[in-house]
């Protein structure tokens, strides 16, 4: 005898599927429905548990019925990949209060789940480190993508054994300083020990030994990348700030920097200003936001007036 082959549809998928429309055991009409194929006469399951491969139930609306079976995205500026748990205190997903009796067993459980969240001293130190980060993170105003860069080198360090005998609050601040390296933002290492919870010293060495170990792709900076930062904190007219614009360029070119970026940028932004504002910044305002000494800045500005005309860039 021969089988008739046609399609049918899937009332939960919604999708045309291809069955054999006859039973192997009755010769009966074999119909599709919630995923399975049974046959109507005899009532066998020809197949179960079909595979749905399309796209999850989405809804972008703001209501509360949302239809997505999906949580949030995993990521690694969560020591756990912010798969965690996370229990209630007072009220539940309802918005409704909780008995006396309930609140005191959700205690209970928070303390006995945070006694069991970490495994090992490693889990611990990661939690805290990734945790310094994110303030450090904030604190700083500095794009996302430090952020989750700056937890991808901490946990290669983990990895390595580059923690022993180290400060931790010393590597969270010199991996954040090392994602803005790599990436080539100007970001100076003394700004990350003002809210670090360690010496300035120890976030250098810090750096040093994740640019050695892991071997870091860092971008040399230039004074250049420094003089918009220079010129909004010193408060620069338009013109000021062309005029630093072009004299950090001949000084870049003519080879007067000589591998010193935020000196010479400081040096380019007082020149600047003492030319052209009427109001000029002061040295200690300039090499502040430099985080150079005042004596570096006249230092890099007597270096500067004796290589390069100034008043020929200015007209």
């Known amino acids: 005898m021969s089988r008739v082959y046609n399609s049918t549809f899937d009332e939960q998928s919604g999708n045309q599927l ?81 008995s006396a009796a309930k609140q005191r067993r959700l205690h209970r459980q928070r303390r006995e789940h945070s006694r069991a969240q970490f495994d090992s001293k490693q889990e611990r130190n990661e939690m805290y480190g990734l945790a310094e980060i994110r303030r450090l993170h904030g604190a700083l105003d500095m794009p996302k993508s430090m952020w989750e860069r700056a937890c991808e080198l901490f946990r290669a360090a983990q990895r390595k054994g580059l923690f022993v005998g180290r400060s931790l609050d010393a590597f969270t601040a010199g991996a954040l300083y090392a994602a803005c390296r790599c990436a080539g933002l100007p970001r100076q290492i003394e700004a990350f020990a003002k809210h670090a919870r360690c010496p300035l010293q120890k976030i250098r060495n810090a750096y040093q030994v994740l640019n050695i170990e892991l071997d870091l792709e860092t971008q040399f900076r230039t004074p250049s990348d420094f003089v918009p930062k220079l010129a909004s904190a010193g408060g620069l007219s338009p013109e000021a700030r062309r005029l630093a614009r072009r004299l950090v360029d001949t000084v870049e070119s003519e080879g007067v920097a000589r591998g010193r970026s935020s000196g010479v940028a400081a040096a380019c932004v007082y020149i600047a200003s003492q030319v052209a504002d009427p109001e000029p910044v002061t040295q200690a305002v300039v090499s502040e936001a430099a985080h150079v000494s005042d004596n570096t800045v006249r230092s890099r500005r007597r270096d500067i007036q004796e290589e390069i005309d100034i008043g020929a860039l200015r007209g």
């Open 18 to 98: 291809p069955n054999e429309t006859r039973c192997p055991e009755c010769d009966g009409r074999v119909r599709a429905d919630g995923g399975e194929r049974a046959c109507e006469d005899c009532g066998l399951v020809v197949e179960e548990r079909r595979i749905d491969h399309g796209a999850e139930w989405r809804t972008f609306d703001d209501d509360t019925e949302s239809k997505s079976r999906v949580g949030a995205p995993r990521t690694t500026t969560r020591h756990d990949r912010g798969l965690s748990t996370t229990i209630g205190y007072k009220r539940d997903g309802g918005d409704s209060q909780f």
